[in-house]
């Protein structure tokens, strides 16, 4: 049972943009804060960005000012808009609660920021 989709990752040049997306069941997004994750390659998972029911957003240091989290709650998606990409930025992409529960871990989606 897939509970949580990603999507829009690929290869983008240093500096550029990209839009995630997540698809959520609607039991997991109702209520919750959703946050965005990521996995860069050798490392362990760490927090990008999370935003509340109410659709206040939270940013790690390396990510704010450059990237915006978003959520449309009739959709029961969520939303990463990443800009000025570094190549830094390059690891696979999750979606999950904030806080993250185990079981909700979906695919991911892979972002390569390359030139």
């Known amino acids: 049972q897939v509970h949580l989709v990603e999507s829009g990752g690929g290869l983008v040049q240093p500096g550029g943009s990209q839009r995630l997306s997540c698809a959520a069941s609607?039991?997991?997004?109702?209520?919750?804060?959703m946050g965005w994750y990521r996995q860069p390659p050798g490392k362990e998972r760490e927090l990008v960005a999370f935003i509340t029911s109410r659709g206040n957003p939270n940013y790690a240091n390396s990510v704010k000012g450059r990237f915006t989290i978003s959520r449309d709650n009739a959709r029961n998606t969520v939303y990463l808009q990443m800009n000025s990409l570094k190549p830094e930025d390059t690891a696979v992409y999750y979606c999950?609660?904030?806080?993250?529960?185990?079981?909700?871990w979906g695919q991911g989606t892979q972002v390569t920021v390359s030139s």
């Open positions: 609607g039991s997991i997004f109702s209520g919750n804060a």
């Open positions: 999950n609660t904030y806080p993250a529960h185990m079981s909700n």
